[in-house]
């Protein structure tokens, strides 16, 4: 539904932003939830971004940046000096702030934090100092408290004062002198009681909380068990430093699942989502899980001469042996070079489309791949194959020479490791190109792309493999 | 950490039963948060779960069974008799009851409505009206909903009548008389606002909303891009008729992330986890994917047949051509067998430990996997082992006699045809035994079980797969 109305509205706000109608943007912003108008915002140039948001107020000027991805913002806020930027990170909460700011420089945020209140800028400091798989790196510190001796009543008018401060104010933290997390009680229990009540009285006592330095993945998950709204996050004093809210919990869950579907299929996880992350970074990503995998598909190969050597006893000689030898030593290396490749771009792809499903709820509106990410993924495969291709064509040049495999004369084993170098290329080639075609075309028709799993996709590259071989060979031999 | 509480207190409780303590157990009850109760009742007997159930309030038995998953729910329903049991559903929220009622036989389901009241039986004919993966079947309908043309103070004060029977009441819905979505307020704005303020002052008219057959995927995607609590669900007439909470969102997001994992590795969706499926379930699903990948890999050792038969010209006859042949045409199919069920194992397990993090932060409980599983894990290997050795052994054969690649004569064929069966059952119980094996020792190592990627235990299979190949070759032949 959003991505409908974007492509709507994004040429009105430019056309706005050509004629400075100042009136017309801030209109616009006020009446969208912050989060279209950050989905709207962010496919902008930057210098329009920020000619539409200074007509926002900051209040909401810093809610829409929020929900701009990370790696959006970490370009976005280049733009600003570092008064401005200073001003949108006092005013931003504190878990997103510390999100931006550890991605930024070391000596800008020093800078930076020079610019900042006190108490914000050792509330910074807390927070960026915690690993960044722990609770402490996804909690927020702004949470509702209370005293526990006082009354319902009381409660009600302090709350209406914390209350455009806090991320959360249906779960109220009842603490002790120190900031010990001794109770905790609803906003639906504080509002169904009586004004006169004690807080100590309708309090729970027994309140489930973790610890500052837990796996991030762990609180995700025990959140989602006990269907809270917020769980409180406490220091090994047991003193209360923060809360992560359902939302944040949400994303882990996400980001987690995306994880452990990359490491599956031998793809280093990525910080960015797939379409913004870097080239560089996909290719080393992929890169070397492909190029470890492909030293044990060697290993594979030698094994293979090993027991040829054993069972042909020398008898093999004539020239057709010989190259049925090359087929039989090389063929799980091309075959599991194209089958994971194949694989990691089956398993971008599928992800990527797992988290933005497609709107089927808008007439009109079909499912479209950006072309862009197409072209890129494909050439990701031509310089992924290229690497392997080298790798590959000179440790079978070597394996030759070592006499991992039985020899054909030095002449004949170089135009062997070239056929297999310019196979693994091919191979590479196909299977990225069918790891991204299949699930986008299955995608198009309305199935799951996932039908296209790893093993079909490397199945399918296998029986091209084959041919591939042969042909590449008898063309070069 | 509610593990190791669990280990402490199963076998109090399980005392308690045997001595009929109702006070002790009422108790107990009161002060574990209903999902620890839940948690440490599964693993006892049906029948003392409900020796210990009965000595709660309804209310109370009601939110724990809640929190019992829904495998479990299933058994220990058949305990019950008619009466208790329809007194449960009725205390049941409304999207629980019906996934429960949904695994029920339809004439038990008959004949609990009819003990039923009207107004709920209505209710749950509609939602069980919903397919399986709509918004629909997720959503609840007791939401906390007002009129347009009332004060805060009013708001307010209906709001506590309702708030016993809301999922939530921290989202207020406006509804026009004909239950049209008008607008939303939260409570905290409620809280906020002067009493005598005009609801429609306050209220955010522009709502966010899904219709009831959208695909419960986006719904759960919605509502995590916009960080809400709940997600208003409408049907054709933008009528209210239900909403998705923020902990409906995280179950499907974490289920439909199980799913893609499951099928990226060929494993065919499981209703419950797989630590609760049944066996026949977990095989059929994994050998229809298993025995189809098997039929392409069959067709890899035919293009191999054509290519080897053009390409040697008919010169090979001697015994070690033909051996090596057999090596040649079926090493793909025996190392997509293996690794493929070697993935399979894998992301069951992976996937397992994703969703049941350790417990870190407790000192003395070491990660322990549930040995019963790991042998349950092995026998499934032998029996798809078992399985696809027949299917495979047989076709390899037919295709000896139908010519599909080059005979050694009849009786050698089968021979041959027997060293492939006797090596594909070998090499899926090497896969089964290394993909679960392998990630158990990384996660107790403290590493990311998820390194043990689907290509790393292909690759290693592959390279025992050679050894094995030639071994079991040499042995039989």
């Known amino acids: 539904m959003v991505d409908y109305f974007k492509s709507l509205i994004q040429p009105d706000i430019r ?15 006020e009446v969208m939830h912050p989060a279209v108008a950050a989905s709207i915002l962010e496919d902008l140039y930057d210098a329009e971004v920020w000619a539409v948001l200074d007509n926002a107020t900051l209040h909401n000027r810093v809610e ?26 006092e005013e931003m909460s504190p878990d997103d702030r510390v999100d931006l700011l550890s991605r930024m420089p070391a000596e800008r945020v020093e800078e930076l934090l020079r610019l900042i209140a006190q ?35 009381e409660a009600l008018l302090r709350l209406r004062q914390q209350a455009p401060d806090s991320e959360t104010i249906y779960y109220i933290y009842i603490l002790s002198a ?53 769980l409180p996050i406490v220091d090994d004093d047991d003193r209360l430093v923060g809360i992560v809210t359902h939302d944040d919990a949400i994303d882990v869950v ?36 492909l190029l470890a995998l492909s030293l044990v598909a060697i290993m594979t190969a030698g094994m293979l001469g090993l027991y040829e050597r054993a069972t042909t006893h020398g008898s093999r000689n004539a020239p057709e042996d010989l190259s049925s030898m090359l087929i039989i030593l090389f063929l799980p290396l091309v075959m599991a070079s194209g089958g994971n490749a194949g694989s990691q771009s089956a398993t971008l792809f599928i992800r990527m489309f797992a988290l933005q499903p497609a709107d089927a709820a808008v007439p009109g509106t079909e499912f479209r791949v950006d072309r862009r ?16 291709a080298l790798v590959d064509a000179f440790v079978v ?25 310019v196979t693994v290329l091919l191979i590479v080639l196909i299977g990225t190109g069918a790891g991204t075609l299949l699930p986008i075309l299955f995608r198009r028709f309305g199935m799951d792309p996932a039908i296209m799993s790893n093993p079909l996709i490397a ?19």
């Open 64 to 89: 829409i940046f929020e929900y701009v991805a990370l790696r959006r913002q970490e370009e976005l806020v280049k733009q600003l000096d570092q008064r401005r930027l200073s001003e949108l990170l």
């Open 397 to 421: 040049a070597a394996g030759y020479g070592l006499g991992w495999w039985p020899s054909a004369g030095a002449s004949q084993d170089l135009w062997r490791s070239l056929v297999v170098g």
């Open 254 to 289: 996400q980001e987690e699942a995306t994880e452990d579907a990359y490491r599956q299929s031998a793809v280093e996880p990525l910080r960015d989502d797939y379409e913004d992350a870097p080239f560089l970074t996909i290719l080393w990503n992929r890169g070397f899980w």
């Open 178 to 230: 120190s900031r010990r997390l001794n109770g905790l009680v609803s906003l639906r229990e504080l509002i169904l009681a009586r004004e006169d009540e004690q807080l100590a009285n309708i309090m729970e006592p027994d309140v489930i909380r973790m610890n500052v330095g837990e796996d991030r993945e762990n609180v995700a998950q025990e959140l989602a068990r006990y269907n809270f709204i917020a």
């Open 15 to 29: 056309q706005m932003v050509r004629d400075r109608d100042k009136a017309g943007m801030a209109a616009l912003i």
């Open 119 to 153: 108490a914000e800028r050792n509330d910074i400091r807390r927070l960026l100092s915690y690993d960044e798989n722990t609770a402490g790196a996804i909690m927020t510190t702004e949470y509702a408290s209370l005293p526990v001796d006082i009354t319902v009543g």
């Open 373 to 388: 990410l197409v072209v890129r993924e494909l050439m990701i495969g031509l310089a992924l194959g290229a690497a392997l």
């Open 459 to 477: 199945a399918i590259v296998d029986v091209l493999g084959v041919v591939l071989f042969y042909e590449v060979a008898m063309a070069i031999l």
